[in-house]
């Protein structure tokens, strides 16, 4: 039984930009899945109403995702899970984690834009893990560039192999729709944000595509076929599985179109759930005995409340509610009466969970990223990094009354894994450290809010924080004297550098030569 269910799940994320159309393709794929029956466009008159995957009050005022959610649903015979990531760069610790927790990845992009930056870090996280990704162009109605281009620039940026299997009939104001290479069939293009296009089925040769789309078009769409095929290899399923290949497809999710022929190839191509590498052994999804690890921790899903939510994939076996489990990082056994399963806000408590599945489990404090849960087995699985830090700011008590509220919510907010905490050696003060400047404020917010405390910044000029590590005690203990103003320990008391300028950690580098300096937490 357990192999059907592991053969029916696809569990990715979908990774973009802020602004390249996430969202809004997140809401098509549920519409198709029956699980939203109108989609909302999720901006309208500047008061946003938000898309059934944002839920924080600071989301809902920026428009943007902050945390990562869940929401699963049926479509065909198969079970897809999408964890939807913040597009927005200052979360991308919290993208970076999810990335652990899914078996493939769709990228997408903005048809005018390009590849931007963001992108590009996220797709070193996929290459180092060798996760499959799908290329997703979007915005196609609007004026954008050439897909030629497109797709050398995908290639040369993402240094990935790309294989387009739809095709675009001229874009913006003209656009007709595309053509599926994969099923070969047309895909004529009519704006509409609630219907789901036809689909025509039309020799590529024939009169019949000059009638549909007009000779100088049809002409054009050939040449484009004859050059993809020339220049493109034959697409493989075997070489997408690998990483080594991105299968590309183009549309306007905002319109919805182009939006079924991903979906329709995905579930078919996309991997169901992989081994996962544990530091004792690799732990394959078909093994009888559950395993899971926490990815991901939310506070106050439901702000009527206060609880947390720990997000755990499953990894193998069969996730059982009420069952024993051991916490392997606390060695104890723990029950969950009420484990869920996420539709955006919509949370409902299951039975059993097949690995692949993600699962919400009530935390009162238990857990921290990347614990692990077994039946009894000792193991630890790997792959949850911190990035070093790049702003710091000093975090101050405003309020003395509220001195124990605030040690609360700091330690919540950093097993959540927001940002980082250091506490500098010298003088004792507590240090935050977060990837971006908008963490600052959502801290800060969140402090208020859910833990009635409040907090005052104040600035530190840092470069970077790096966690150091030695075999040669002495020099360790030497460097760690002559940069006592400059050390810290972070919360699992490993020794941390704050160096306050490039120049400052090269020459550190150069003049200790048996210390190593680490940039992520995993070492």
């Known amino acids: 039984?357990?192999?059907?269910?592991?053969?029916?799940?696809?569990?990715?994320?979908?990774?973009?930009?802020?602004?390249?159309?996430?969202?809004?393709?997140?809401?098509?794929?549920?519409?198709?899945?029956?699980?939203?029956?109108?989609?909302?466009?999720?901006?309208?008159?500047?008061?946003?109403?938000?898309a059934t995957s944002d839920w924080m009050d600071i989301e809902k005022q920026r428009g943007i995702s902050v945390s990562t959610s869940v929401m699963e649903f049926d479509y065909k015979d198969y079970k897809v899970n999408i964890l939807d990531t913040p597009g927005h760069q200052d979360f991308c610790e919290d993208t970076f984690r999810t990335l652990t927790a899914v078996d493939s990845v769709i990228i997408v992009i903005d048809g005018a834009k390009g590849v931007e930056a963001q992108t590009r870090k996220l797709m070193t996280v996929c290459r180092m893990r060798k996760t499959p990704v799908i290329v997703f162009i979007n915005k196609m109605d609007r004026e954008g560039r050439d897909p030629f281009d497109l797709l050398d620039e995908v290639e040369g940026e993402l240094q990935i192999s790309?294989?387009?299997?739809?095709?675009?009939?001229?874009?913006?104001?003209?656009?007709?729709?595309?053509?599926?290479?994969?099923?070969?069939?047309?895909?004529?293009?009519?704006?509409?944000?609630?219907?789901?296009?036809?689909?025509?089925?039309?020799?590529?040769?024939?009169?019949?595509?000059?009638?549909?789309?007009?000779?100088?078009?049809?002409?054009?769409?050939?040449?484009?076929?004859?050059?993809?095929?020339?220049?493109?290899?034959?697409?493989?399923?075997?070489?997408?599985l690998d990483a080594d290949v991105a299968p590309v497809f183009f549309g306007s999710a905002l319109n919805n179109f182009g939006v079924q022929e991903l979906l329709d190839c995905f579930v078919e191509i996309a991997p169901s759930p992989r081994h996962v590498q544990a530091e004792e052994r690799v732990v394959e999804p078909i093994e009888p005995k559950f395993t899971g690890f926490i990815f991901k921790i939310t506070a106050n899903i439901d702000p009527n409340h206060r609880s947390c939510t720990a997000f755990c994939k499953v990894c193998s076996g069969k996730f059982v509610r009420n069952a024993p489990y051991l916490h392997v990082r606390q060695d104890k056994t723990v029950r969950f009466s009420s484990p869920t399963q996420f539709m955006a806000q919509k949370k409902s408590t299951i039975e059993e969970a097949y690995p692949g599945d993600i699962v919400g489990l009530p935390d009162n404090g238990i857990f921290k990223i990347g614990d692990t849960l077994t039946e009894g087995e000792k193991l630890h699985f790997k792959g949850l990094p911190s990035f070093s830090p790049e702003m710091f700011k000093y975090i101050e008590n405003a309020d003395p009354m509220k001195t124990k509220q605030l040690e609360k919510g700091i330690n919540q907010l950093m097993d959540e894994g927001v940002a980082q905490l250091f506490i500098n050696q010298f003088n004792g003060r507590k240090l935050i450290g977060t990837v971006g400047q908008l963490q600052f404020e959502v801290i800060?917010?969140?402090?208020?809010?859910?833990?009635?405390?409040?907090?005052?910044?104040?600035?530190?000029?840092?470069?970077?924080?790096?966690?150091?590590?030695?075999?040669?005690?002495?020099?360790?203990?030497?460097?760690?004297?002559?940069?006592?103003?400059?050390?810290?320990?972070?919360?699992?008391?490993?020794?941390?550098?704050?160096?306050?300028?490039?120049?400052?950690?090269?020459?550190?580098?150069?003049?200790?030569k048996h210390i190593q300096f680490h940039f992520t937490s995993e070492f």
């Open 444 to 512: 800060q917010y969140r402090l208020e809010n859910e833990y009635n405390a409040q907090c005052r910044w104040e600035p530190v000029s840092l470069y970077k924080a790096c966690w150091v590590e030695s075999d040669d005690t002495a020099e360790l203990e030497a460097f760690k004297k002559r940069k006592y103003q400059y050390m810290a320990k972070d919360r699992d008391g490993r020794d941390v550098f704050l160096a306050d300028s490039n120049y400052v950690l090269q020459m550190a580098q150069q003049d200790f």
């Open 1 to 50: 039984m357990n192999e059907q269910e592991i053969q029916k799940r696809r569990t990715f994320a979908i990774v973009s930009h802020p602004d390249a159309g996430k969202t809004t393709l997140t809401e098509k794929l549920l519409l198709f899945g029956g699980q939203i029956q109108v989609a909302g466009a999720v901006k309208s008159n500047k008061i946003r109403k938000t």
């Open 162 to 240: 790309v294989r387009p299997l739809s095709w675009p009939i001229n874009q913006g104001q003209k656009f007709k729709g595309v053509y599926n290479i994969y099923e070969n069939s047309l895909n004529l293009f009519t704006p509409s944000k609630q219907t789901v296009t036809e689909k025509v089925e039309v020799d590529i040769l024939s009169e019949d595509l000059d009638a549909r789309v007009g000779k100088e078009d049809a002409d054009k769409l050939r040449e484009d076929l004859d050059l993809i095929d020339g220049v493109y290899p034959e697409f493989e399923v075997e070489s997408y």
